[in-house]
């Protein structure tokens, strides 16, 4: 892939069919002249600018004909076949600044901020070119036999787990004392928690759906949709999942351990939604923002409703706005298959909605907040993820699966400054 002129590092030159790895090599292979691969080099790693580009560019392509594709030479000419071409009148030449530009891009050289790769993506996501697999660590890594049940529990995409234990550590760091530090050894055991629980979740999520996931080109490639794991064996894996994390809630007190169970039947129940309503973003965040409430009563033992009520509908509100736009990619599919999704529900309207979903959760979190008691850093914290949420809801392009992704992805951030937010509220409390 080219990485466009700010690289300067590969060019990719569509007329002969290949890429060329570096200027020099350009040089050696002997379709520049050494004079003018060396002033195309210094153009392309100095030139930031459209308007640069096309100063500079212009005198290049005074220097060499080559990209114009000039007629063969006249064998009249006094020029030999081995010296370089005699310079053509840039004024009197067919090639332009726009024909440079198409040139650009059916080569891949970028004429603009995005690069090549950026290219393929939009237009992936437009359906003109398939999607591709990607490769992970897990194919490089693992050994063959385990690597279906990685990819099973989503162990090389950590987002989902970032989601999850966010709430549990907003809960935990709320619930210490004023001044101190929250309980490190039960933000760890609910770290353990939260990557287990959440790849319990997606066992359950990809037996359920295993009809379904099969239909949709992003999830059609799963363990168990594609037959790299039978049902059988996704269920045995969720046996040992749950078990591990049946050790963790063991070691809480005897409420969170009623508490935490109790979450078990929204985990079931959750992938069953989209083919009921369109709100399954609704109970994904009834199920995903459990430790909300579940951190607060390991420390406390108990719940104050004034405080954790607040925690948890923020959290509800935030996995609309960033589940919403996750859902953005699978809308065309969804149609097709015949699930629901707020996607699909809200359409054009989307950013209107998860406008309103990002006020009523920072206004959740600014409650929680005060009822806490939290300090002033706690507020200024909230500001900043404020922004966060702001940028990522009006800057989506929901006709685009990628940036949808990207933004989608972004929401660890968000879980980051609230977290330090009531870390610092609490510290100066």
């Known amino acids: ?53 096309h100063r500079h560019l212009s005198l290049a392509l005074a ?64 359906g003109e070119l398939k999607i591709k697999p990607s490769v992970s660590w897990i194919d490089l890594y693992l050994p063959e036999n385990v690597r279906p049940y990685a990819h099973l529990a989503r162990l090389d995409k950590p987002i989902g787990t970032w989601l999850l234990a966010w709430p549990c550590m907003w809960s935990i760091t709320l619930a210490a004392p004023p001044g101190h530090l929250p309980d490190l050894k039960m933000m760890a055991l609910f770290g353990c928690g939260a990557f287990l629980l959440r790849g319990a ?28 794991l039978t049902p059988f064996q996704g269920v045995s894996f969720l046996g040992i999942q749950l078990l591990l994390g049946l050790g963790i809630l063991l070691q809480l007190n005897n409420y969170s351990r009623i508490l935490g169970a109790s979450s078990l039947l929204l985990v079931f129940s959750y992938p069953l939604m989209k083919r009921i309503t369109f709100w399954p973003q609704a109970f994904l965040g009834l199920t995903f923002n459990w430790g909300a409430l579940l951190g607060w009563s390991a420390i406390r033992g108990s719940l104050d409703p004034a405080v954790v009520l607040p925690l948890y509908l923020s959290g509800v509100f935030w996995t609309l706005v960033y589940d919403t736009i996750y859902a953005h990619q699978d809308k065309e599919d969804d149609k097709i298959v015949g699930v629901k999704s707020t996607a699909l529900r809200f359409g054009d309207s989307t950013k209107m909605w998860v406008s309103g979903f990002g006020v009523a959760c920072i206004s959740s979190l600014a409650l929680s907040g005060f009822n806490a008691n939290l300090g002033l850093p706690y507020y200024v914290f909230l500001a900043a993820a404020s922004g966060q949420l702001t940028w990522q809801i009006w800057t989506v392009d929901i006709s685009s699966a990628a940036d949808c992704s990207r933004k989608f992805v972004s929401n660890k951030w968000f879980g980051a400054l609230v977290f330090g937010g009531i870390l610092m509220g609490k510290l100066s409390s």
Not at 3 to 15: Q, R, S
Not at 201 to 219: A, H, S
């Open 1 to 53: 892939m080219s990485h466009g002129l700010e690289g300067a590092e590969t060019i990719y030159l569509g007329e002969w069919g290949s890429p060329l790895q570096s200027l020099d090599q350009i040089c050696k292979d002997q379709i520049f002249q050494a004079p003018v691969s060396l002033t195309m080099a210094l153009l392309l790693r100095f030139s930031r600018s459209s308007r640069n580009l």
């Open 63 to 126: 220097l060499s004909p080559h990209l114009t594709n000039p007629p063969p030479p006249n064998p009249t000419s006094d020029y030999s076949s081995n010296s370089i071409t005699k310079p053509q009148e840039f004024h009197n030449s067919k090639f332009s600044y726009f024909n440079f530009i198409r040139l650009g891009h059916s080569s891949g050289i970028s004429t603009s901020s995005h690069s090549f790769k950026d290219v393929e993506k939009e237009k992936r996501d437009d």
């Open 201 to 228: 979740g997606c066992t359950i999520n990809d037996l359920l759906d295993r009809d379904i996931d099969t239909k949709v080109e992003r999830t059609k490639s799963r363990p168990i949709a594609s037959g790299a």
